[in-house]
């Protein structure tokens, strides 16, 4: 049996605020070959969550606490959809297979159950958005806080 108690997420969220990704995470399942994929995610507003997609899986984020926003993309990088994750808002949202998106912290202490169909695979280049700078990237920083404001309709625009 697996309990994680408000000790273990105070301690996780912690941890992550002093990462230099600035997220971390606590793994719920034994192994990346396990056939469900479940974790708890520390991350806060700084991180960067590059736009992806996972070509045959479905993903599930269930919001414990903090806000996030979590924004679908069109193949040319156009938001959308919105969803504000909040404790006054939505608390699950799943993620169709093939769905460009990605996950911005709006709070510090925010934190999310991530579920997906394992066994783990990593997310190759093709399935990271071409306009999506990669995280060490110059404008990685400009992305995601436009990704915090942007609306449905918009494209990020790293000329700005």
Aim: charged share 25%; hydrophobic share 40%; glycine share 8%.
């Amino acid at each position: 049996m697996r309990v994680i108690d408000s000790k273990d997420l105070t301690a996780l969220s912690a941890e992550a605020a002093g990462r230099p990704r600035r997220r971390l995470n606590i793994n719920l399942h034994g192994e990346p070959v396990d056939s469900v994929q479940r974790m708890v995610i520390a991350f806060e507003p700084e991180t960067y969550v590059r736009t992806h997609r996972h070509p045959v899986q479905f993903e599930t984020f269930v919001l414990l606490c903090g806000r996030a926003s979590l924004l679908s993309f069109a193949d040319d990088g156009t938001v959308e959809r919105r969803i504000e994750l909040a404790g006054d808002g939505a608390r699950l949202v799943e993620i169709p297979a093939g769905t460009w998106h990605s996950l911005v912290s709006q709070a510090s202490g925010t934190l999310v159950v991530e579920v997906k169909p394992g066994p783990y695979q990593p997310t190759g280049e093709v399935d990271f958005a071409a306009w999506a700078p990669p995280e060490d990237h110059a404008h990685a920083g400009s992305c995601r806080d436009w990704m915090r404001a942007c609306a449905v309709g918009e494209r990020f625009n790293s000329q700005k």
